[in-house]
């Protein structure tokens, strides 16, 4: 291992095949650029309506993005466990607006995913060939295709995950390794706490325990592992308090049996496709049936990535062959005992198939490094031959061909997919304003939701699912409402309509009520709803059925309701333990630095 190597961001001996790499990650971008807007294409939406609730908080008026009103019910946003609104992506929605905003922050992603990958190289590999290749192949990995095409920006946290391998892997050598580790899981916490940054998460830890085991340096791991956990809590701990919160309120779960055939296997790694096709699986789940698409199972690394995987075995087993073969065995299903994810599926956190399918973009990963492992040895083998400049050419038949036979499907799925023109006549909504929430619908053929087309029309209400809420026929129906001009419905005894005399999005005020009757306002409660700074709710079931809470008015007619996310003074006060903490051992290491060595 070349560990002088990995720390390396830009060496001058490698630019012009990173400019070209960046030149490839560019192209394979260029259809989300060719369409003017991404409307329509399944969780766009519902993602580009999430940051542009970040954007009108931040920007329109000017408050900590901590709460979405512009749904029926509300939804949290800084304590959203899916995605957080501080990310790579959010500097990109804040200057361009959300649709623009996200397609160049998922290409600065994959010029992130590919820097991580090749530093990793760097540091496993001898060649610069090898280093870039691995860059590459993490980049452009299939499964999260998939996703991304689909815009799951859920796993907007993939470009961090090589950069916490390589950290985890200087551990021993790197007094400031765990620094580093610490600060890029928490920045992926803040990102999305997704199943995938579990995933790595546990990855990591595995790594560490192998490396321990085979250095026998117990009192460095330690010293490390307390580091790490130092500065990761520093970070994450004001968004993981309240994901945390938020997720005992609304539990996510469902547990489907599901086993892959021969045919289904063939078809994700065999088959290049991306985006989502027909129905794959169908399983019961409470007396209906849950359909699966292909965009769940697509994990196609290439034929060549494949070959050089199993070549590069030659030369023994890598932390990433074992990682990608119990990656394989997780994503193969829970039915029979003998696989591992029969065992995880009995853990509260983990009673979800989507636990299951996530695996298979670690093992692509894993994948990408086992094929820039085989060019590494391959190079190296042919060093004093006089066809080494061949080779060094022919090794980027990998990641062209992953561009060639995946673009057509990433093209078609992104310019064929229209969203057409509506209106509220075509809809059949009034065209007067009125109480839209009180009624749901669902547009487009099949009854598939539109979300954020309907919010940029400012046209009305769409009923659908948000990621949050879990799937399952009745907790899953969230209402969405006109965008942004919607500020919620108020009623006093759910009769007379009643408008607040100060609105924003986490802060409404009332004057002028009637003393002695109850306030009703269509916000889902949660915990982070309060007044006078009293929290409304604290213990409550069922919060995601809930349609709307009472308040009592009180007999000077105001009431002043503020939200703060729940969990966050708790994951404040953690953040300054931790950062006192860490103020504490500078000071110390300081002052050990500073004092002079006793003479002989």
């Known amino acids: 291992m070349q560990t002088r190597a990995g720390w390396r961001f830009l060496q001058r001996d490698d630019w012009r095949q990173c400019f070209l790499s960046y030149i490839l990650l560019t192209l394979w971008c260029i259809p989300l650029f060719l369409k003017s807007d991404m409307y329509g294409i399944l969780d766009w939406d519902w993602f580009t309506s999430y940051f542009y609730a970040v954007r009108e908080s931040v920007i329109g008026y000017g408050q900590f993005p901590g709460y979405n009103p512009w749904m029926s019910l509300g939804s949290p946003l800084w304590a959203n466990p899916q995605i957080g609104p501080v990310s790579y992506l959010t500097p990109f929605v804040l200057v361009l607006g959300p649709v623009t905003g996200l397609k160049w922050g998922l290409w600065f992603g994959y010029l992130l995913s590919f820097e991580g990958g090749r530093a990793l190289g760097r540091h496993l590999f001898r060649t610069k060939e090898a280093a870039i290749i691995a860059g590459l192949l993490f980049a452009l990995n299939g499964a999260l295709a998939a996703h991304l095409v689909m815009g799951h920006f859920c796993f907007a946290a993939y470009p961090l995950s090589a950069w916490l391998i390589l950290f985890f892997l200087n ?8 620094l580093y580790a610490g600060l890029t899981a928490g920045l992926m916490v803040h990102i999305g706490l997704h199943y995938y940054v579990v995933y790595i998460f ?95 199972f697509y994990a196609f690394a290439g034929y060549i990535t494949l070959l050089l995987s199993l070549f590069s075995l030659r030369k023994g087993i890598k932390f990433f062959h074992v990682g990608a073969g119990l990656s394989f065995l997780l994503t193969l299903g829970n039915t029979a ?67 060639v036979l995946l673009m057509p499907g990433w093209y078609q799925h ?80 759910g009769k007379r309509p009643v408008q607040p005399t100060y609105w924003s999005p986490n802060h409404i005020q009332f004057s002028g009520l009637p003393a002695g009757h109850f306030l009703l306002i269509n916000l889902n409660p ?42 966050l003074t708790s994951g404040l006060w953690v953040t300054m333990l931790c950062g006192l903490i860490g103020l504490l051992l500078w000071l110390r290491q300081r002052k050990q630095g500073t004092e002079p060595t006793p003479s002989a």
């Open 414 to 493: 992104v310019l064929t997919t229209h969203f057409p023109n509506v209106s509220r006549t075509s809809l059949k909504l009034p065209q007067t304003k009125h109480m839209l929430s009180k009624r749901r619908m669902l547009y487009r053929k099949g009854g598939l939701p539109t979300y954020y087309a309907l919010f940029r029309e400012n046209i009305g209400v769409v009923g659908g699912y948000e990621p949050l809420f879990g799937y399952g026929p009745t907790r899953s129906i969230r209402w969405y409402t006109e965008h942004p001009s919607y500020k919620g419905e108020y009623t006093v005894d």
């Open 202 to 296: 546990l990855f990591c830890a595995m790594l560490a325990a192998y490396q321990t085991l085979k250095t026998k340096k117990w009192w460095v791991t330690l010293q490390f592992s307390g580091l790490f956990l130092l500065c990761f809590f520093f970070v994450a701990s004001i968004r993981l308090f309240p994901i945390l919160s938020v997720m005992s309120d609304f539990p996510r779960s469902i547990s489907l049996p599901y086993a892959l055939n021969l045919d289904i296997l063939w078809r994700m790694f065999l088959i290049p496709a991306v985006g989502p096709a027909q129905t794959w699986l169908t399983l019961p789940y409470q007396g209906q049936l849950f359909r699966v698409s292909g965009c769940e």
């Open 337 to 403: 005992f003998w696989l591992p994810s029969s065992w995880l599926s009995h853990i509260p956190p983990f009673r979800s198939m989507w636990v299951f399918t996530r695996w298979r973009v670690l093992l692509l990963a894993c994948l990408a490094l086992c094929a820039a492992h085989a060019i590494d040895i391959l190079l190296q083998e042919r060093e004093e031959a006089s066809s080494l400049r061949w080779w060094k050419i022919a090794v980027w038949l990998a990641p062209l061909e992953l561009i």
């Open 526 to 567: 949660g915990k982070g709803w309060q007044r006078n700074g009293e929290p409304i709710f604290t213990k409550l079931k069922s919060f995601a059925l809930r349609r709307h809470f009472a308040v009592k008015i009180p007999a000077s007619g105001k009431i002043d309701l503020r939200y703060r996310p729940p969990g």
């Open 171 to 178: 551990m021993h050598d790197d007094p400031k390794a765990s």
